[in-house]
């Protein structure tokens, strides 16, 4: 038998289940616990065939069982699964604060910079549009829910230029939601193991086009709240229905909102579904209860999504909003066998570390303790993680941040190994001891100069955003009562000259590219021809043709240059050369 003392007021409830109490085998040397002290109390529980004995002493005067646990810092009492209901304040802000300046200064260098992706640039515009009084899928289409343009339109709100005020905005969610995958760690790991999980989403978020506003870099975070609580309702292994069905809400409420900042959210909040659904079988073994409460959560997931569409309806738009959010998509041809092939290439080669971690993690022994829960919460992570997988795989084209959502469940996963003894690199002998560089610095060396490696690669390829004011420069006072036109271009544009649009599809790729010839729900020709009938003062496009172009789209454009248009601007951005044509006077 086994035998360890943990002191607590003669009063107190144990802060820990007592079949968790194999935590109690770490013994310590301090001379204020006494470890055969007659008054104490004594609970015993086993597992397997070790049987422990949990000494609970008086504390000292002045000294609370909270601040005792704190001092210790024992790993499996703090950090156990499930295992610290009430976690102290001031370390979370403490750990909130080292999330936060990892976060700025992986991000900061960016700040100002207009081009960081043609996505961002658009869901800006879109955000200023609608307080305008555009309406998405009517006024300017996209494919993407509303609830992102939402997002966009209220950090607009926030006045200033609107793009280091995105960029801020994205920085802070970033750090949130490191914030919830370092209290998801500290489930299945230490508390040093879960924040460093943390530190390696907001690194390698840098690495998967995350480093401005993408969409994920917004909704992992309500994905991260989701698995968070839904592991929190998981651990009560006999909860209240009651209680059951408020935190399926929750949970479902989350997915539910992340799905109307994408839709790729779809198939992690299947899992979370699945997931509670077992949880209310345990409750209450018949199916028709689980099928209420199961059927609930459903409708629940699907209120936002809902609610948007019944709102469009009511404006007369249904039609628009379910052909964008639903219909679009599929008209969309699919990408080469080749090119999948080679950006999931890229996708295996930047996220190894972590893979190989999370190997290491399932074949070691790196979880806290031996307790149900811990089996528990290590399988939750890892079934989350498939399903996270499996959504990437299935929507296909494997853009570099459409792995941004597997990094939430990807990086909770290996924060056990993150912190625990003996991982690392050894440096030097100090006094008898090895002193190891933890694996989070080891693994974060790399990443960062991968990343930085990475902006530069950007900067050279789509410039830092000086030569797009130049060019904004130019056109604005050539505009006068017309709106530009930015065929093939950054669309960042009709927003840094305050431009009126030709067309609803002011995202340049739905005129421009192959991919979207036909698929916005108008004939893509025509649609090109309808503006140049409207004599666009200004044209901006760029020298060469860009890869997989619409060559019909594209001829149609050059021809009334050629015809109607003067150059007189001609900036070099990247590796290509962006050109300003301003309308003859008699044409």
């Given at each position: 038998?086994?035998?360890?003392?943990?002191m607590?007021?003669?009063?107190?409830e144990?802060?820990?289940?007592?079949?968790?109490?194999?935590?109690?085998?770490?013994?310590?040397?301090?001379p204020?616990i006494?470890?055969?002290?007659p008054?104490?109390s004594?609970c015993?529980?086993?597992?397997g065939?070790?049987?422990y004995v949990?000494?609970?002493?008086?504390?000292?005067a002045g000294?609370?069982?909270?601040?005792?646990l704190?001092?210790q810092?024992?790993?499996?009492v703090e950090?156990?699964?499930?295992?610290t209901?009430?976690p102290?304040t001031?370390?979370?802000v403490?750990?909130?604060g080292?999330?936060l300046?990892?976060?700025?200064?992986l991000?900061v260098?960016?700040?100002g910079n207009?081009?960081l992706?043609?996505?961002?640039?658009?869901?800006l515009?879109m955000?200023?549009r609608?307080?305008?009084?555009?309406?998405?899928?009517v006024?300017?289409w996209?494919?993407?829910p509303?609830?992102?343009?939402?997002?966009?339109?209220?950090?607009r709100?926030l006045?200033?230029?609107?793009i280091v005020e995105?960029?801020?905005v994205?920085?802070l969610?970033?750090?949130a939601?490191a914030?919830v995958?370092?209290?998801i760690g500290?489930?299945i790991?230490s508390?040093?193991?879960g924040?460093s999980a943390g530190?390696?989403?907001?690194?390698?978020?840098?690495?998967f086009g995350?480093?401005?506003?993408?969409s994920p870099v917004?909704y992992?975070l309500f994905?991260?709240?989701a698995?968070?609580?839904?592991?929190?309702?998981?651990?009560?292994?006999s909860?209240a229905?009651r209680d059951?069905?408020k935190?399926?809400a929750?949970?479902?409420?989350?997915?539910?909102?992340?799905?109307?900042?994408?839709?790729?959210?779809l198939?992690e909040g299947?899992?979370?579904?699945?997931?509670?659904?077992?949880a209310?079988?345990?409750v209450?073994?018949?199916?028709?209860?689980?099928l209420?409460?199961?059927?609930a959560?459903?409708?629940?997931?699907l209120?936002?999504?809902?609610?948007a569409?019944?709102?469009?309806?009511?404006l007369?738009?249904s039609?628009?909003f379910?052909?964008a959010?639903?219909l679009?998509?599929?008209?969309?041809p699919p990408?080469?066998?080749?090119?999948?092939m080679s950006?999931?290439?890229?996708?295996a080669?930047y996220?190894?570390?972590l893979?190989?971690?999370?190997?290491?993690?399932?074949?070691?022994?790196?979880?806290s303790?031996?307790?149900?829960?811990?089996?528990?919460?290590?399988?939750?992570?890892?079934?989350?993680?498939?399903?996270a997988?499996?959504g990437?795989?299935i929507?296909?084209?494997?853009?570099d941040?459409y792995?941004?959502?597997?990094?939430v469940p990807l990086t909770?996963?290996?924060?056990?190994l993150?912190?625990?003894?003996?991982?690392?690199m050894n440096?030097?002998?100090?006094?008898g001891?090895?002193v190891?560089?933890?694996?989070?610095?080891?693994?974060a060396?790399?990443?960062l100069?991968?990343?930085?490696?990475?902006i530069y690669?950007?900067i050279?390829?789509?410039?830092d955003?000086?030569?797009?004011d130049?060019?904004?420069?130019?056109?604005a006072?050539?505009?006068?009562?017309?709106c530009?036109?930015?065929?093939?271009n950054e669309?960042?544009?009709?927003y840094?000259?305050?431009?009126?649009?030709?067309s609803?599809?002011?995202?340049?790729?739905?005129?421009s590219s192959v991919?979207?010839?036909?698929?916005?729900?108008?004939?893509?020709?025509e649609e090109?021809g309808?503006?140049?009938?409207r004599k666009?003062?200004?044209?901006?496009?760029s020298?060469?043709?860009e890869?997989?172009p619409?060559l019909s789209?594209?001829?149609?454009v050059?021809s009334?240059?050629?015809r109607?248009?003067?150059?007189?601007?001609?900036e070099?951005?990247g590796?290509?050369?962006?050109?300003?044509?301003?309308?003859?006077?008699?044409?």
């Amino acid at each position: 038998m086994r035998s360890a003392s943990v002191m607590a007021s003669a009063n107190d409830e144990l802060p820990w289940p007592v079949r968790e109490a194999n935590v109690a085998t770490q013994r310590t040397a301090r001379p204020d616990i006494h470890h055969d002290n007659p008054s104490a109390s004594k609970c015993q529980t086993s597992k397997g065939r070790t049987n422990y004995v949990l000494h609970v002493a008086p504390p000292p005067a002045g000294h609370s069982m909270s601040d005792i646990l704190a001092r210790q810092q024992s790993t499996r009492v703090e950090t156990g699964p499930f295992a610290t209901p009430y976690p102290r304040t001031d370390r979370m802000v403490f750990q909130l604060g080292i999330l936060l300046l990892v976060a700025f200064l992986l991000r900061v260098w960016q700040f100002g910079n207009p081009v960081l992706h043609v996505d961002d640039q658009f869901y800006l515009l879109m955000g200023d549009r609608m307080l305008q009084g555009d309406l998405p899928y009517v006024d300017i289409w996209d494919r993407k829910p509303i609830g992102l343009f939402l997002i966009y339109a209220a950090i607009r709100l926030l006045g200033g230029g609107g793009i280091v005020e995105y960029q801020i905005v994205a920085t802070l969610f970033a750090t949130a939601t490191a914030f919830v995958i370092a209290r998801i760690g500290m489930r299945i790991g230490s508390t040093f193991g879960g924040v460093s999980a943390g530190i390696a989403y907001l690194c390698w978020l840098m690495l998967f086009g995350g480093d401005g506003g993408q969409s994920p870099v917004f909704y992992n975070l309500f994905m991260a709240a989701a698995a968070l609580k839904a592991m929190t309702a998981l651990a009560e292994t006999s909860p209240a229905p009651r209680d059951l069905a408020k935190d399926g809400a929750v949970v479902m409420l989350l997915a539910g909102s992340a799905m109307q900042v994408k839709y790729t959210a779809l198939f992690e909040g299947i899992f979370f579904g699945l997931v509670l659904m077992w949880a209310a079988w345990r409750v209450f073994r018949r199916p028709a209860p689980v099928l209420t409460l199961a059927a609930a959560w459903v409708a629940i997931a699907l209120a936002p999504t809902a609610l948007a569409w019944a709102v469009y309806a009511w404006l007369g738009h249904s039609d628009a909003f379910f052909f964008a959010n639903f219909l679009s998509i599929f008209d969309r041809p699919p990408s080469p066998t080749r090119d999948l092939m080679s950006r999931l290439g890229l996708m295996a080669m930047y996220s190894a570390p972590l893979w190989l971690c999370v190997i290491a993690v399932m074949r070691g022994r790196f979880y806290s303790g031996a307790t149900l829960p811990t089996a528990g919460a290590r399988t939750f992570v890892l079934a989350w993680l498939a399903a996270a997988t499996l959504g990437l795989l299935i929507f296909g084209t494997y853009y570099d941040h459409y792995f941004l959502p597997v990094l939430v469940p990807l990086t909770a996963a290996i924060a056990p190994l993150m912190g625990a003894p003996g991982t690392g690199m050894n440096l030097f002998v100090l006094n008898g001891r090895q002193v190891t560089t933890p694996l989070i610095i080891v693994m974060a060396i790399p990443a960062l100069i991968m990343t930085k490696i990475q902006i530069y690669d950007n900067i050279k390829s789509r410039g830092d955003g000086s030569g797009i004011d130049r060019i904004a420069e130019v056109a604005a006072p050539r505009l006068g009562d017309g709106c530009l036109f930015v065929f093939d271009n950054e669309p960042i544009l009709y927003y840094k000259t305050n431009s009126c649009l030709n067309s609803p599809y002011a995202f340049p790729p739905h005129l421009s590219s192959v991919w979207e010839d036909d698929a916005t729900g108008v004939n893509t020709l025509e649609e090109v021809g309808r503006i140049l009938a409207r004599k666009p003062p200004v044209i901006v496009t760029s020298a060469e043709i860009e890869n997989e172009p619409n060559l019909s789209t594209w001829r149609l454009v050059r021809s009334a240059i050629a015809r109607d248009y003067r150059l007189i601007h001609s900036e070099p951005i990247g590796y290509r050369t962006r050109v300003v044509y301003e309308r003859l006077p008699r044409s």
